[in-house]
């Protein structure tokens, strides 16, 4: 624009010179601004008429871009979402095996803790029962002896059943040292769980099902019965 105004300037120097007329020149001079401004008005407006021609396809494709990116994010909230409930879901599923797994841990301790209790306290049942079969022979052994024969004639035999009793009792603190305990249930009722019945007699003398001689003593390591009582029970 200005090389235009500079060659329009020479122009009008140019025929002032041949002419002569200097009016010419100031009219020319004074003509610049009005012909700078008319032209950058019609610069401005072409350049407006190519932004609006421009403009709508710009929007269009501004438009578009966002459409897509709208539809995009929507797409990743929704794979998020799904990925979130699986995650969800997961964590509940892991939940329920740990409280599983914790519960039948808690189960199994206390299992163990039971079962090495009850082997401290029953890991003699064994060796209790075999000591039975002596308690009973000592029982049957003081009771054959007749009473009257414990007499100062009969020196030795009263010596040997007073070592025996004595002997039978001390057997007898031991077992209750070590939680052992007899059962002698005359005359008392019947009791499947403690009692094991050999047979059964009329006797007036008592009620039904009640237990009229005992056979065997029973016995009881801490309150579980490892031998039943051998018992007659009346009809």
Not at 44 to 50: K, P, T
Not at 91 to 115: G, H, P, T, V
Request: overall charge neutral.
């Amino acid at each position: 624009m200005a090389s235009k105004q500079v060659k329009y300037l020479h122009t009008a120097r140019l025929i002032t010179l041949l002419t002569g007329n200097r009016n010419l020149w100031k009219n020319s001079w004074s003509a610049v601004p009005r012909l700078f401004s008319s032209e950058k008005s019609a610069e401005q407006q072409q350049q407006s008429q190519q932004l609006s021609e421009n403009s709508p396809a710009d929007t269009g494709t501004v438009g578009n871009n966002s459409v897509d990116q709208i539809k995009k994010l929507t797409q990743d909230l929704e794979d998020l979402s799904k990925e979130a409930e699986s995650l969800k879901e997961q964590n509940i599923q892991l939940l329920d095996k740990y409280r599983r797994s914790l519960a039948d841990s808690e189960n199994l301790r206390s299992r163990l803790s039971k079962q090495i209790a009850d082997a401290k306290l029953f890991g003699i049942q064994g060796f209790c029962k075999e000591l039975l079969e002596v308690a009973d022979i000592l029982g049957h052994a003081t009771n054959s002896v007749p009473q009257e024969e414990l007499t100062d004639k009969n020196p030795h035999l009263k010596s040997l059943y007073e070592g025996l009793s004595m002997t039978q009792a001390s057997l007898f603190q031991v077992f209750k040292r070590h939680g052992l305990e007899t059962m002698n249930p005359l005359k008392e009722k019947f009791d499947p769980n403690l009692h094991e019945a050999l047979f059964q007699k009329e006797d007036s003398s008592v009620d039904p099902n009640t237990i009229i001689e005992v056979t065997k003593l029973g016995y009881k390591l801490h309150n579980r019965v490892i031998r039943p009582a051998l018992v007659g029970v009346s009809k």
